[in-house]
């Protein structure tokens, strides 16, 4: 929920952009019109909407036989790509390090070049339209040959 503080730093920031004539603070008369002030606070409330969006880091699953001839130098989540930082842990929920962002939906390849150019199947996943906490799991989960239940996955990320 958009507060009444930043409300007014946003109604500033227009004001000192040229973008309103007036900030209206407690008694002032207002300088612009009803509708001008209209436009304004969609704008407003749609510009601190989009950068004020929290957002978390993309965790996914390893199978327990993950390393049993597959590997993964990277994974991407829709079009960002970001190299492990750290080897995969087969049976462990992993962190990709990359940020989403509330939405509709998006996917998760696992990748065996850094560059994520060579790719397994992307899974897809839907995220909330908000995040409260700094990770997300996707519910994704990686094998080599045998496939583990999602069911299987502890509770992923460690500790949410």
């Known amino acids: 929920m958009t507060s ?22 407690a008694g002032e008369e207002a300088l612009i019109s009803k509708k001008q002030e209209k436009e304004t606070s969609t704008f407003i409330m749609s510009a601190l909407a989009a950068s004020d969006e929290p957002q978390a880091s993309a965790w996914v699953y390893i199978c ?22 750290v080897p995969v842990t087969p049976g462990a929920c992993f962190d990709t390090g990359i940020p989403i962002s509330p939405g509709p939906s998006s996917s998760v390849a696992s990748c065996t070049d850094t560059a994520c150019t060579t790719c397994g199947t992307s899974v897809s996943f839907d995220t909330p339209s908000s995040f409260w906490q700094p990770n997300f799991y996707t519910t994704a989960y990686f094998f080599c040959t045998t496939p583990c239940e999602a069911t299987v996955a502890p509770s992923c990320p460690p500790g949410e």
């Open 4 to 25: 009444i503080v930043q409300v007014r730093i946003a109604l500033a920031a227009l004001a000192v952009a040229g973008l309103v004539s007036c900030v209206r603070g």
């Open 64 to 85: 327990p036989d993950f390393n049993t001839g597959c590997s993964s130098a990277a994974f991407k989540v829709g079009a960002t790509c970001l190299p492990n930082s």
